[in-house]
């Protein structure tokens, strides 16, 4: 039987950590590159100087520019920044069988999750939502994780996509709650900006786990809103990844945010940033459905406001200031 033909959408550090991964056992891939000079690089140079210097890539690994080669393929993995994947997805002429969405963010303007933007524009691929705790440096060096893989199209589709995507040192688990793992990695960058800022301002470690505690609740919240089953957000793609990004200066958001608590403003960090850092484009949208929808969420709101340019240590006194109340109602 013929391999399904792969390919993978965008060539930043994570598709590029991703095509290297799919390719870790000999099987060709096709990597979609925006940059033409970096099609050229990979294909001559087996290098992604600009998002992934780090990685010497497979030679199985093929770039090219043309967005017609890649609808003629089986699966997609599609890694674009949030905020560009509809725009991408609409350039292309088809679309494959699996739209297979690694990208972390909700749609500005929209409110949309990724699923509902792909959904929108290939009616008739089958959804599918990777996410978890993956640093793309580290999937690049073929260093051990594992993630969620959330299928729309339910069992056939996860009997399909698994032999596809697993390999030793990476591990798909399945789930059809495909809103829920898309809500986790949408929230926890956001999360990621607000523990940087504790960083940033030297507050200590308690802070920090205090705040990825009461941060977790608030995607709970969120999450249940819209539909995300609890057990998924207590799973990979939510507390796995929440704790991975709020504890390393590898996430740039984290990193965002320490720079925030280190006194930079929001203007000069987003100002020329070649990498994409999602939660500070989440958070207002993030912030703006939590207020529609009559959710508490307190961090995600201070966030907000720090992107907006408000002083830090306003923002962080208003945070601590706010009225005692019980730990564990659902709401607030
Ligand atoms: N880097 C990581 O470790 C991980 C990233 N992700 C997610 O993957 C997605 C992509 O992130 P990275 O690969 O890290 O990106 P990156 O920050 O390494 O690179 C930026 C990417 O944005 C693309 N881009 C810039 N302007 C564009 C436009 N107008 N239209 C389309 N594409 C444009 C560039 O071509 C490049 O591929 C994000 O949603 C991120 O949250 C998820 C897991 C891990
Ligand atoms: O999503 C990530 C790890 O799972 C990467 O986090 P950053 O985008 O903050 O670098």
């Known amino acids: 039987m013929t391999q399904p033909r792969t390919g993978v959408l965008g060539a930043g550090a994570w598709g590029t950590a991703l095509a290297q991964m799919l390719a870790s056992d000999g099987r060709d891939v096709l990597l979609w590159a925006r940059e033409s000079d970096l099609v050229e690089e990979i294909n001559t140079q087996h290098r992604n100087t600009p998002f992934l210097p780090s990685a010497v890539l497979s030679d199985n690994i093929r770039a090219t520019g043309d967005l017609a080669e890649m609808a003629e393929l089986d699966m997609l993995l ?70 969620t893989l959330a299928c729309g199209g339910k069992e056939a589709q996860w009997q399909r996509l698994a032999p596809q995507i697993a390999r030793k040192n990476f591990r798909p688990y399945y789930t059809t709650d495909v809103a829920g793992a898309e809500v986790g990695g949408s929230v926890k960058n956001v999360l990621a900006i607000a523990c940087g800022v504790v960083e940033g301002l030297g507050m200590g470690q308690n802070a920090r786990a205090a705040l990825i505690a009461r941060g977790y609740a608030e995607m709970l919240r969120f999450g249940e809103e819209l539909g995300a089953e609890r057990e998924t957000l207590a799973g990979l793609c939510g507390l796995g990844d929440l704790v991975l990004t709020c504890n390393s200066t590898s996430s740039r ?38 207020r529609d929808k009559g959710i508490a969420m307190p961090i ?19 945070l601590l200031a706010r009225p005692l109340r019980a730990e564990n109602p659902p709401q607030d």
Do not use: W, Y
């Not at 725009?87 to 292309?92: A, H, K, N």
């Not at 280190?262 to 703006?288: N, S």
């Open 253 to 290: 958001n984290f990193s965002l945010g320490k720079a925030l608590g280190e006194g930079r403003t929001a203007e000069e960090l987003m100002a020329d940033r070649k990498t994409v850092a999602e939660g500070a484009h989440t958070a207002p949208v993030l912030a703006e459905l939590a």
């Open 78 to 147: 599609v890694v674009t920044p949030a905020q560009h994947l509809g725009s991408v997805l609409g350039e292309m002429p088809a679309h494959p069988l699996d739209l297979v969405l690694c990208s972390k963010g909700i749609e500005r303007g929209t409110g949309r999750l990724m699923n509902e933007v792909a959904k929108a524009i290939a009616p008739d691929s089958a959804i599918a939502v990777l996410s978890g705790p993956t640093f793309a440096h580290e999937v690049a060096d073929g260093l051990p994780t594992a993630v």
């Open 300 to 318: 995600v709101f201070a966030v907000e406001r720090l992107l907006e340019g408000d002083p830090v240590d306003e923002v962080v006194s208003a």
